[in-house]
C-alpha cells in the first residue's frame, strides 16, 4: 500500500468519526480505497487490517474482526 493510499484511508476514517452524516460514503470511499490496494498486492497487511477496521466502523464486527486476525496471523508468521 502507497503511503498516498495510507493517507487518504485513515483521513477518510477520521472524517467518517467527525461528520456521522457522511460516515458511510466516507467509509465506503475508503473501503474503495483499502480493496483497491488489496488487488494490486494479495499480501499487504496494511491493507488487510484497513479492510478489518472500515468493516468494523460499518458494523460488520464478524467481517471486520476476521480481517484483522489474518492481519495478525500473517505479521505472526512473518509473512510479508
Known amino acids: 500500500m502507497s503511503a498516498d493510499d495510507l493517507g487518504h484511508i485513515a483521513t477518510l476514517v477520521r ?9 458511510q460514503c466516507l467509509l465506503g470511499r475508503a473501503l474503495r480505497i483499502a480493496q483497491q490496494a488489496l488487488s494490486c ?25 476476521a480481517l484483522l486476525y489474518a492481519a495478525e496471523v500473517k505479521a505472526l508468521r512473518g509473512v510479508s
Open 41 to 65: 498486492n494479495a499480501e499487504d497487511r496494511l491493507a488487510i487490517r484497513w479492510l478489518g477496521v472500515i468493516w468494523w466502523q460499518l458494523g460488520e464486527r464478524r467481517r471486520g474482526r
Open 15 to 23: 472524517a467518517a468519526k467527525r461528520f456521522p452524516g457522511h460516515r
